[in-house]
Each structure stands twice: as structure tokens, then as C-alpha cells.
């Protein structure tokens, strides 16, 4: 059974800096895309970056260009997100995905999530 599983989250001064990390465990494949979503509650969820491998192509919100970079250790079947020059506004849930198929990936639908780690940023 296909599982993520997120860390590093924590609370951190603006102009701070964190990596999270999501492991991934019983893919027997590997996923067409993955990424990191945020939440705040009462709001939507947020893409803020995805990685399609086979595509080598990725994506970042227009709110994090220039200050996440999202990367992949296939060796060690985990994803990061590392975050700098963090802003109060960063604050949220984070969560790690993915999608198993093209169409999943293109559609946004993925398929596996993990349970979220939360970052706070204070001013």
C-alpha cells in the first residue's frame, strides 16, 4: 500500500529558512507527479509546488517562486521542500502528494496524501 509520510515542519522566525521531507513507502512504481500542498483553515488548499519526473517539468505558486525549490532523492524515495526567506503568510499545513497516472496528475486528482506537518512563521 502506497504511503507518504511528511516531516521538518516547525516555527520559525520570517526571513527563516526549513526543508521538509516526504518518504514515500510500497510504490512499486514511480509516481508521475508529486507535490507539496498548504492549508489554512477556513481557506483552500494551495498547490505550491509539483515535480512530473517524466516530463522534467515543475511548478511553483507565484507566492513561493524564488524562495521554495522542490527537489526529489529517488534513492531514498523521499521529496523535499526546502523553504526559504519564509513570511507569516507561509504559515499553514503542509502536505505532501501524489499521482499515480498522467491523467491524475492533470486533472489534480491525485491519488495519495500524506497526513501534513505544520509550519508556523512568526513575525
Known amino acids: 500500500q502506497e504511503q507518504l509520510e511528511e516531516s521538518g515542519g516547525g516555527s520559525v522566525q520570517t526571513g527563516g529558512s526549513l526543508r521538509l521531507s516526504c518518504a514515500s513507502s510500497?510504490?512499486?512504481?514511480?509516481?508521475?507527479?508529486m507535490g507539496w500542498f498548504r492549508q489554512v483553515p477556513g481557506k483552500e488548499r494551495e498547490e505550491v509546488a509539483m515535480?512530473?519526473?517524466?516530463?522534467?517539468?515543475?511548478n511553483y505558486a507565484d507566492s513561493v517562486k524564488g524562495r521554495f525549490t522542490i527537489s526529489q532523492d529517488n534513492a531514498k524515495n523521499t521529496l523535499y521542500l526546502q523553504m526559504n526567506s519564509l513570511k507569516p503568510e507561509d504559515t499553514a499545513m503542509y502536505y505532501c502528494?501524489?499521482?499515480?497516472?498522467?491523467?491524475?496528475?492533470?486533472?489534480?486528482?491525485?491519488?495519495?496524501w500524506g497526513q501534513g506537518t505544520q509550519v508556523t512563521v512568526s513575525s
Open positions: 515535480i512530473y519526473p517524466q516530463e522534467t517539468r515543475i
Open positions: 510500497g510504490y512499486t512504481y514511480s509516481p508521475y507527479c
Open positions: 502528494a501524489a499521482g499515480r497516472t498522467a491523467p491524475a496528475c492533470w486533472r489534480s486528482t491525485l491519488n495519495d
